[in-house]
């Protein structure tokens, strides 16, 4: 539920459309002032360690602003289908919007996504594994579409789960339903770092640099293999924690902002 105030009166707002045979909805903010030729479009994705928390546009105001048509969506949590179901969604929904491009009014070769915590692994995962087909997830519709991106932006995201820094609480790793000492190999699939090849659109990390959640040494191990690949990405490390969405949220949307900028219209 949105506040009674949202959206701004420069912004307009679809609720609940549904993209998914599995019932799954997304949220569209855009400007209220039509432009006369497509735009680029933007997908958010929450966080949530995977299993809370849902769709919710509000991120989005700073980049429906400058123009994008922007979405948020949900994807079926941990607790309601255990991994590849969320990579699955977020691909039926790039895959959505290709096939309603032309009555969106976005190009849809420019379309990028971004995400926090749970909401960037799962944006890097889906800027990395484009035709991995165990990845795909055909069954939520449009599998006649690309599911590609063409530029991810991520916040303080897991990138490799497996790598030794980054030690999940005790217990069931959500994703999974068990430790990821006992999914070694799922960890490994499910890994934005396991995809990175030549063809990886650009990527920009933003992280703190005292998170105690996600290490930022799972940002820089990815920027560092992508620039081995000859990739573009960018990296910027805030002095704070896990929070810094809402802790450093000017500095956050600028990188964000100029990165989209650079990447979907420069």
Same mark, same amino acid.
């Given at each position: 539920?949105?506040?009674?105030?949202?959206?701004?009166?420069?912004?307009?707002?679809?609720?609940?459309?549904?993209?998914?045979?599995?019932?799954?909805?997304?949220?569209?903010?855009?400007?209220?002032?039509?432009?006369?030729?497509?735009?680029?479009?933007?997908?958010?994705?929450?966080?949530?360690?995977?299993?809370?928390?849902?769709? /919710?546009?509000?991120?989005?105001?700073?980049?429906?602003?400058?123009?994008?048509?922007? @979405?948020?969506?949900?994807?079926?949590?941990?607790?309601?289908?255990?991994?590849?179901?969320?990579?699955?969604?977020?691909?039926?929904?790039?895959? /959505?919007?290709?096939?309603?491009?032309?009555?969106?009014?976005?190009?849809?070769?420019?379309?990028?996504?971004?995400?926090?915590?749970?909401?960037?692994?799962?944006?890097?995962?889906?800027?990395?594994?484009?035709? @991995?087909?165990?990845?795909?997830?055909?069954?939520?519709? /449009?599998?006649?579409?690309?599911?590609?991106?063409?530029?991810?932006?991520?916040?303080?995201?897991?990138?490799?789960?497996?790598?030794?820094?980054?030690?999940?609480?005790?217990?069931?790793?959500?994703?999974?339903?068990?430790?990821?000492?006992?999914?070694?190999?799922?960890? @490994?699939?499910?890994?934005?770092?396991?995809?990175?090849?030549?063809?990886?659109?650009?990527?920009?990390?933003?992280?703190?640099?005292?998170?105690?959640?996600?290490?930022?040494?799972?940002?820089?191990?990815?920027?560092?293999?992508?620039?081995?690949?000859?990739?573009?990405?960018?990296?910027?490390?805030?002095?704070?924690?896990?929070?810094?969405?809402?802790?450093?949220?000017?500095?956050?949307?600028?990188?964000?902002?100029?990165?989209?900028?650079?990447?979907?219209?420069?």
């Amino acid at each position: 539920m949105y506040p009674q105030d949202f959206p701004p009166e420069d912004l307009q707002l679809e609720v609940d459309i549904v993209f998914s045979r599995h019932d799954l909805k997304l949220d569209i903010l855009r400007s209220k002032c039509r432009l006369d030729y497509p735009v680029p479009a933007i997908i958010h994705l929450h966080g949530g360690a995977w299993i809370m928390f849902g769709k /919710w546009a509000v991120d989005n105001v700073f980049l429906a602003r400058e123009g994008y048509l922007t @979405v948020s969506i949900d994807y079926r949590l941990a607790g309601e289908a255990l991994f590849p179901a969320q990579i699955h969604d977020v691909k039926t929904a790039v895959r /959505w919007l290709r096939k309603h491009a032309t009555q969106l009014g976005i190009d849809a070769a420019r379309t990028g996504v971004w995400g926090i915590s749970a909401g960037a692994h799962l944006a890097g995962l889906l800027g990395t594994s484009a035709g @991995v087909s165990e990845l795909e997830g055909s069954d939520g519709g /449009w599998a006649e579409e690309d599911s590609s991106v063409q530029a991810v932006g991520s916040v303080c995201g897991p990138m490799e789960l497996a790598e030794p820094s980054w030690k999940h609480e005790e217990g069931p790793f959500p994703l999974f339903g068990k430790p990821i000492d006992e999914a070694v190999d799922q960890a @490994v699939l499910a890994s934005p770092i396991t995809y990175i090849s030549p063809r990886t659109p650009p990527f920009a990390f933003i992280h703190g640099r005292q998170d105690k959640v996600v290490p930022v040494l799972q940002s820089q191990l990815m920027h560092q293999r992508l620039l081995k690949a000859g990739g573009l990405t960018e990296l910027h490390i805030l002095e704070g924690g896990h929070e810094i969405n809402m802790t450093h949220t000017a500095e956050m949307q600028r990188h964000l902002s100029n990165f989209f900028k650079n990447s979907l219209r420069g």
